[in-house]
């Protein structure tokens, strides 16, 4: 009865980005499990920003253009909608590359989603200065 070499355990998740989790040591995506210091990950912003006159707004303006010629005012209100996805790739060694997208709909998940993926590029930056000094992390 031969031995199997066991598989890497991933510890604590430090962050976790659609599919893709991360700690110090391992990164985990539904691709396989990779040394955090094999792997780069970029990202791109794919999200729009539009702004338009809002329903309530030009419903305001008809029902009270009779009464007052300033309820034209209500037209310069603005929203702004952001749709679309910031997609997030993951390379790992010998050529294996893993993509997500994921979907944002307001600034504060697009720039959640952004800062995650800032973050996992500081512990793969980490992850690589440990490697390349011998030491160990602490």
């Given at each position: 009865?031969?031995?199997?070499?066991?598989?890497?355990?991933?510890?604590?998740?430090?962050?976790?980005?659609g599919?893709?989790?991360a700690?110090?040591?391992?990164?985990?995506?539904?691709?396989?499990?990779?040394?955090?210091?094999?792997?780069?990950?970029?990202?791109?912003?794919?999200?729009?920003?539009?702004?338009?006159?809002?329903?309530?707004?030009?419903?305001?303006?008809?029902?009270?253009?009779?009464?007052?010629?300033?309820?034209?005012?209500?037209?310069?209100?603005?929203?702004?909608?952001?749709?679309?996805?910031?997609?997030v790739?993951?390379?790992?060694?010998?050529?294996?590359?893993?993509?997500?997208?994921?979907?944002?709909?307001?600034?504060?998940?697009?720039?959640?989603?952004?800062?995650?993926?800032?973050?996992?590029?500081?512990?793969?930056?980490?992850?690589?200065?440990?490697?390349?000094?011998?030491?160990?992390?602490?």
């Amino acid at each position: 009865m031969t031995m199997q070499p066991a598989a890497p355990q991933p510890g604590q998740t430090l962050v976790q980005i659609g599919a893709i989790s991360a700690n110090d040591h391992w990164i985990v995506t539904p691709v396989g499990t990779w040394k955090t210091s094999e792997v780069s990950v970029v990202s791109t912003d794919q999200t729009a920003t539009t702004t338009h006159t809002p329903a309530w707004a030009i419903v305001l303006v008809i029902l009270f253009i009779w009464f007052l010629l300033l309820s034209l005012l209500f037209l310069l209100a603005r929203e702004r909608r952001i749709s679309g996805f910031v997609s997030v790739q993951v390379l790992g060694p010998n050529g294996q590359v893993h993509a997500q997208q994921i979907p944002v709909a307001s600034d504060a998940a697009r720039w959640d989603v952004l800062n995650r993926v800032n973050y996992l590029q500081s512990l793969i930056g980490h992850a690589r200065g440990v490697e390349s000094s011998g030491g160990s992390a602490t």
